[in-house]
């Protein structure tokens, strides 16, 4: 039996209609605001937890069929679809950063696995769906941030503050602007997260959803001091399909589980090449290692990256693949695999419990 249309039915109409990554309905999440009913038309917004939303589209399809199933005589549905990223419980707890929701580490067992360029085409990416990010690239040993963003100025002061430089819509800031590689290679641990800390407490990074930090390879002494002074909401691990690789991608799992840092997934880079010519396939260095390692390890498997000379032409020329070639598929598959890091992260948020705030008055 279909109801009359009120805002009690629309309601009850969009219970039917679950997030499949947070398992739960639109309505119990929150998600529906400001209903607006006019003769037998409705209005309403949908707001998700990320503008990088996985199943945007689907959830839109899904909430006006359930409004047409369920009520009677229905003119049209208007749904806005719209966002407000949630506040990482992790940076509740954070001293630092103060105006940034979210902290993703970017991290690999090993270099030239394609870390940063992972890292730059996630930011891009979010910021493409409508993210505020910032890139930090804290690469200490091989800072190629400004390479691979196309920046080649000095970032300025701002009173007491260093403001980040912007490109492709990121603010980004690196190491490598302010110190010099050859003389950072014998930094010891303390030095190095010292610096980094500087770049958290003394840059003007504003109001970001999601701050990348592309993190230096490898998983020793340095590298855990590192993660524990980063208030880190999540980190993903970036990895090649050969063994060595993934062992190595492995360590780097164990270390963010050491510091109690959700690791939000894996992200195989490098996994198969498709011919330009033909279209053939070819798996150069084996296949289905990332998957199979997020297996082992229980963490989610969030996407795999083929091998395509235009990426790393972008990085070399300063445009990440997903701005120069925005409609090839390798981009596609980029834009994809960044929204379902996004929901990983939407998924930790709400799993997690926030912490109680003790007002003593
Ligand atoms: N999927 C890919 N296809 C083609 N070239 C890639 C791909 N990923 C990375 N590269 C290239 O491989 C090299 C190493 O990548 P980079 O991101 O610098 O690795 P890392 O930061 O792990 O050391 C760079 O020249 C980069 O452009
Ligand atoms: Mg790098």
Not at 340 to 351: C, P, T, V, W
């Amino acid at each position: 039996m279909k109801q009359q249309l009120s805002e009690t039915s629309v309601l009850n109409s969009l219970r039917l209609v679950k997030d499949p990554d947070l398992h739960r309905d639109i309505v119990a999440l929150n998600f529906i605001k400001d209903i607006k009913i006019e003769k037998n038309n409705v209005f309403f917004k949908i707001e998700l937890t990320t503008p990088s939303c996985p199943v945007k589209d689907e959830l839109k399809a899904q909430a006006e069929q359930a409004i047409r199933d369920n009520i009677e005589n229905i003119g049209s549905i208007s749904i806005e679809m719209t966002s407000s990223v949630r506040v990482s419980p992790m940076q509740l707890r954070a001293e630092l950063l103060s105006g940034v929701k979210n902290t993703i580490a970017v991290a690999s067992g090993k270099g030239g696995v394609g870390k940063s360029t992972v890292a730059v085409n996630l930011a891009v990416s979010l910021a493409l769906d409508g993210a505020k990010v910032g890139l930090l690239d804290a690469d200490i040993y091989g800072p190629s941030i400004p390479l691979m963003m196309g920046i080649d100025e000095r970032p300025k002061m701002k009173g007491q503050k260093l403001m980040p430089l912007e490109a492709h819509g990121v603010q980004v800031m690196s190491i490598g602007f302010l110190v010099d590689p050859m003389q950072a290679v014998i930094w010891r641990g303390p030095m190095v997260s010292g610096a980094v800390k500087q770049f958290m407490s003394d840059v003007d990074w504003g109001e970001l959803d999601y701050l990348i930090f592309d993190l230096p390879p490898g998983t020793g002494d340095i590298h855990l001091t590192l993660v524990q002074s980063i208030p880190l909401s999540g980190a993903v691990v970036v990895t090649t399909p050969q063994d060595i690789s993934l062992a190595d991608a492995r360590k780097a799992f164990a270390m963010f589980q050491k510091v109690n840092v959700p690791v939000l997934g894996i992200i195989e880079n490098m996994s198969y090449y498709i011919c330009g010519h033909c279209g053939h396939r070819e798996e150069i260095f084996s296949t289905g290692g990332g998957k199979k390692a997020a297996d082992d390890l229980n963490v989610p498997f969030i996407g795999d990256i083929p091998i395509y000379t235009p990426i790393r032409i972008g990085g070399d020329i300063g445009k990440p693949i997903v701005v120069l070639e925005p409609e090839a598929e390798q981009s596609k598959t980029i834009r994809q695999l960044t929204r379902n890091m996004a929901a990983q992260l939407s998924i930790q948020s709400l799993s997690t419990p926030t912490p109680k705030i003790e007002i003593s008055l």
